[in-house]
């Protein structure tokens, strides 16, 4: 029996269809079912058949582990996916828990950013003026600040 998302939509995907729209290849994919962090694709004529629910189920697995969640961990949220309305606290108490760990991963990342903007904007005065030119690293950070716009501390 089709779910209320299938009905809606009747769109169903093969394993390489899926993999031109996540860019997974189809071996990901496999291994995907086979830790878990892909429940409910099911089979016809031997060959899996992917719903646009587990087409959003594979783009939230990318999601996930690009914010560096485990895969144990996105095996366990997505069991508990299938499992209705009795673990959407759970649910919601592990996306809060990533939000919290992508925010600051994402802080780190900025941080990064801003300091390898710096060297550029360094390398790039010091190519043109010589490195004597900033010598001064207080008087270095200052101007930087005053043509830039940007902040940056050591």
């Given at each position: 029996m089709k779910s209320k998302a299938q009905k809606k939509t009747g769109v169903e995907y093969s394993i390489s269809q899926v993999g031109e729209r996540t860019g997974y290849s189809a071996d990901t994919l496999r291994f995907y079912e086979k830790a878990g962090l892909l429940p409910g694709v099911k089979r016809r004529g031997g060959r899996r058949v992917y719903t646009e629910m587990n087409l959003l189920a594979v783009k939230l697995i990318g999601c996930l582990k690009k914010t560096g969640m485990p895969i144990a961990e996105i095996a366990d949220f997505m069991r508990l996916?299938?499992?209705g309305d009795k673990t959407v606290k759970t649910r919601l108490d592990m996306m809060r828990k990533r939000e919290i760990a992508a925010k600051a991963q994402l802080a780190e990342i900025q941080a990064s950013l801003a300091h390898i903007e710096f060297k550029v904007w360094y390398y790039e005065t010091a190519a043109k003026e010589g490195l004597s030119a900033l010598a001064d690293i207080e008087a270095t950070l200052e101007r930087y600040?005053?043509?830039?716009?940007?902040?940056f501390d050591l």
């Open positions: 996916t299938t499992k600040r005053r043509e830039t716009g940007r902040d």
